[in-house]
C-alpha cells in the first residue's frame, strides 16, 4: 500500500491511500486534473526531457494548459500563470546548453527567496518547469497521444519564435504588466 | 480511503479520516465550525473566484464572519481579524484587473517575512482572501445558498465605498490602531 | 478514527491513534502530562479568552504551572519557563485594549526571529500565551473546576501588582539573570 | 497504537509502528542503535537532569560515546561529535547557575542560524545536549544501570578540570582544528 | 510495519509500507532506481566510509551514476550532477584529515543559504555525498558485490589526480561553464 500526500485546490492536506505503485500516477492525474498538488516545485522548476513537452500531462504535476487573451501559451498551476518560452540552443566556447522550453512567470513579492531566479537588472522571475534534453518519457504523456483538448493538439504548428537562450535564461519582460492572478480560476 | 490533516483550535497537528474523496469537503465545514485549519494561507492569499465572495463558506478555510464594533465587515482566521475591502477595477494602459473583493490585515512583527506585501511607506499587511474574476464554484458556497447566520444576508445591500485598486492593492491605514487580537475570541 | 502528533518530552515525534474527536482533549491532556507537545506555538503565543485563566488546563499545551524560588508564578513548556504578567487595559484615542494575563520570556540566542518579539530598547521576548478578552471556554478548564496542585487555587488572591500595558507590551527586565534552564527540570 | 517518526542513518524518513505508549522507549533504543534519530535537537540542545549524566543512555537520541585518539570524552551523533564539557556552578550578583555537562561542537558552514550559539569573538559553537540542576529521571538511564561498554562507566573517576562556566559558556577553542567528521564513522 | 516516506521523481510525496525493518534498504533501493529519495541531503552531504565508496549502491539515496561526455565520473541525484572529485589526506601541524573521495557540484541560485559551502573567492558548492575513513558497511555495497552498470567496474583503475585536500575543499572551477542540467535526464 502507498500513500500520496497532496495540497488540494483548497490549500488543504490530504493524503490518498493507492493501492499498488503502477496505480500511482492514476492517481495523480486522478486529482491533478483537480487542481490537487503533491510535493513542492523544485527549485529552478520540475526538469523534463524536451521531447516530452508536445504532449506533457500537465494534470501529473496539478497544473493545465491555458491560452490567454492575447493568444499565447501558458500553464496555470496553483492559480498563477506561466508563460511558455523556448530557449534556443547555446553553442559557444563558454557554454553548451542544449535547445529547451521552459514555464516560468515573473516573481511575486511573497515568493521565497530561494525560489526565486535573476535575470537582466532588478527582473526576476520563478520557473515551473524546464525541458530540456533528455529521453522521452512515454509515461508522462497525456493519455490518449494528445494533448489535453482545452489548448489542442498542433504536432505541425510552426514553433513561435524562439527567444535566444543564456546562461541564466531571461524572462522576457511584458510591455503590459500582466497580474499574475488573471486567469480563468 | 484519505486523510486530512488539521491544525485544531488548541494548535495541535490532527489527522482526520475520510471515507471518500466526494466526504472531503464535508469533513472541512465539520471542522472547519471548530476553526481548525488544513495546510497554510498560500502566500498572496487564497484565490476565489469573485462570484464567490457572497455565500463563500468560511469553515471550509476554518475562518468565519464577524462584524466588528465600528460595524465593518471582518473575518477572523486563526484568533486574527481581517477587514474586507473592495477593490476597483483597474483598466490603464499598463495593468488591467478586474473588480475584487480582498480580506487583509496589518502585519505583525512575528509574521514571517514571505507573507508581508507591501503597501505606500512603510505598511506591510497580510492577505487571507482574494476573490476576484473567475467563474463561480458552487462548491465553495455555505450550504443552503445562504451566508451563515452571524452576519446575516445582505444581498441587496448597497456595496460600501470601494477602494480605488492599484498594482499593489494598498491596505486601508486605519486612524486607531486596531489590535489584531481584539476580536470575540 | 483521528490521529494526534506529538513531540515528546525527547523531542521524537510520534503520532498517537484518537478513536473520535470527542475524545481528543482527553489524549491531549494524557500526554501533555508528560510534557507532549503537538503542534507549535503560534507567533505572538496562544490566544485564549481571560475568563480561562484562573484554571486554564495547562496540559493541553504539554505545559505546567511553577512557582520559582522567588516565589512568582511561571509555566513550565519544552523546558523553558515564562513568567506571568498581568497587563492592564488600555483605552487611549489611540489604541483600545481589554485586560490581559501574558506569559513570556526573554529571547535566547536560539530562537527564531519569527517569534521574537521586540520590546523596548534591546530586548526581546517569546510569548507562550496571552489571555484576553472573549468567552470563557469550559473545555480549555482543569477538569474538577479547579487549578492543578502545584500551584494551588486562589480565587480571591489579590492581584499582582499589574504592569501598564502597551501597544508592545513590555516584557519586565529582571534584574538578576535568570537562566532559561534554571527550572525543576 | 502509536508511530514514532525516524531519520534512518541514511537519512531515510520512516515511521515505526508501537503498540504502546510503554514501548514507546524500547522502540527508540531499538532503532537508536543504528543511529536512527526522531525529531530535531532542540534550540539550545536537549536538556536533562544533572542527575542523569553518568548514565544516559544516548541510543534514546541515536547517539554514541566515543573516546577520540586524544583521550577525550565524545559523542557521535549523526555522523558529528560533540565534546563533553563542565561548567562549573555560577553564584555571582548576577547570575545564578547550577554546575552542568555540555555536550557540544564547533559550528559547521552549512549549519543553519538557529542553532548556532555564540562565544567569545567569531566563535560559534553548537549544543547537542546540556546536563544541569532537575531531578534524575531513571527511564533514561543506560539498561543495567551501567553505561554502555565503548566508554565504561567511572563512577568514582576524578572529574576532568572544569571550565568556568559563563553566562554563555564558551565552547573551548582546540589548539588543533578537529574535523566534524573525524569519527569512526 | 514500518512506512517510508519518498519523495518520487516527479516531486509527489508518497510514503510506501514496509513490512519489516530488514526489507527496509530492498525498498529504497527498489524505488531508488526510479530516483525517488527519502529524506534530505544532510547539510555537507551524506558521509559514508571510504572504503564503500568503490561499489557504494547510489540507489539507496535515489542516484546514480553517469560518465559525462568528458568522461569524467559523475552522480545524478533529483536531476543534478555531482563530479566526484579525490582528497588526498591532510597531515599538518593545524589539521589532519584522512583521504576522501567527494561528490559535489557548484551552488545553483536557488540553494538554500544552508547548503551551500564557501571555497576560494566567490565560489560556492554543494556536496552530496563525502566518503572518509569509517568502516565498511556491507550493506551499503551495490548487491553481487560490483557497480552499478552504467559505469562499469574499475578495480584496479589508477586513481585520477587527487585534488590537494584543504580545510574547505575547493571545488574545482571548471574551465567550461558546465549547466547543472546537461543530463541524460
Do not use: C
Not at 489548448?151 to 546562461?167: D, H, L, T
Amino acid at each position: 500500500m502507498l500513500h500520496i500526500e497532496f495540497v488540494t485546490d483548497l490549500g488543504a492536506h490530504v493524503t490518498v491511500d493507492v493501492e499498488s505503485a503502477d496505480k500511482l500516477l492514476d492517481v495523480q492525474r486522478q486529482y491533478g486534473r483537480l487542481g490537487w498538488t503533491s510535493g513542492t516545485v523544485p527549485g529552478g522548476g520540475y526538469q523534463f526531457p524536451l521531447d516530452n513537452e508536445g504532449d506533457f500531462d500537465w494534470t501529473l504535476i496539478g497544473a493545465r494548459k491555458w491560452t490567454n487573451p492575447e493568444g499565447e501559451d501558458m500553464v496555470i498551476h496553483r492559480g498563477l500563470a506561466y508563460r511558455r518560452r523556448e530557449l534556443e540552443a547555446v553553442d559557444s566556447r563558454k557554454m553548451k546548453l542544449p535547445a529547451a522550453v521552459k514555464y516560468s512567470r515573473g516573481a511575486r513579492g511573497t515568493d521565497p527567496e530561494h525560489i526565486r531566479e535573476k535575470a537582466d537588472g532588478e527582473f526576476e522571475y520563478v520557473t515551473l518547469a524546464i525541458f530540456r534534453g533528455g529521453k522521452r518519457q512515454d509515461r508522462y504523456a497525456t493519455p490518449g497521444g494528445r494533448p489535453a483538448p482545452q489548448s489542442g493538439p498542433r504536432p505541425s504548428a510552426p514553433r513561435p519564435q524562439p527567444v535566444a537562450a543564456q546562461p541564466a535564461p531571461i524572462a522576457r519582460p511584458v510591455p503590459v504588466a500582466v497580474p499574475e492572478d488573471e486567469t480563468p480560476f
